[in-house]
């Protein structure tokens, strides 16, 4: 009689976890049920937006299950989805960022840099007399002329720069002397891979250098520096291209 009981009783119970199962899942149905698209793509979309996650990943410092936990929070997602999106996600930008490295550090391998001395920069208004004025320069040398919706920055050898001041006083913004460009000549590659100027510029960054103007044109990548960084920024860049440089000295 007693083992009867105790059957019965099993039984009941395995009813009733079974219905305790039921209810849950049920529970947690009702729950999700306001997210339209599926979690993964919320996750993802999540991830792509911040960049400290990004960076974090592609480096492979971060840890997947604390970043799910805070985009599960934040989400209102089962955890299990989120972290089965975030091992997903990390696994694809982790190929993605080692080809892409592989192919910008091949672009820079092949690129020379030439150190220019001596340097100084000009901002002017953008006006139609000053853009008139400065595209008629015959006799003064640039080294670089970019043009914006409100001004104009000349790049060049700081006795061409103080004779173009000196025409142009009237419509100068600022002057920036005793500076050095950092020319960055690449092949045509350049052109077609992503992530080769942002390298350029986080290995300056790294070292703690300020740039204060850049221009490109072509496969040139023109990066002006204070002249007290200039040897520190060769040296950055020599170091990020992975070979001896080709130097050039403006004096």
Known sequence: MRKL???????FQMVQNKKHARKAAKSR????AHTKTSAASRVFAELAADVHYTKAIELGIA????????????????????????????????KQGARMAQRTSKVLSRSAIRLQDDVSVLVLENNPQAHRAVFALQDERMLSVVVSFTSMTLIGPTESIAAVQKKLSNHALKTLEGLCLLQLSSTEEIEEVPGVYAAVLDALARKGINVLESSSCYTDTNIVVRRSDAVKAFEALEEACGKGMQKQSGR
């Open 29 to 32: 149905r009702k729950k999700y």
């Open 63 to 94: 840890n997947r299950s604390a970043i799910a936990a805070q985009l599960c929070k934040k989400l209102k997602l089962p955890p299990l989805a989120v972290k089965i999106a975030v091992t997903r996600w990390a696994q694809d930008q982790q």
């Open 5 to 11: 009981i105790q059957k019965r009783q099993k039984v």
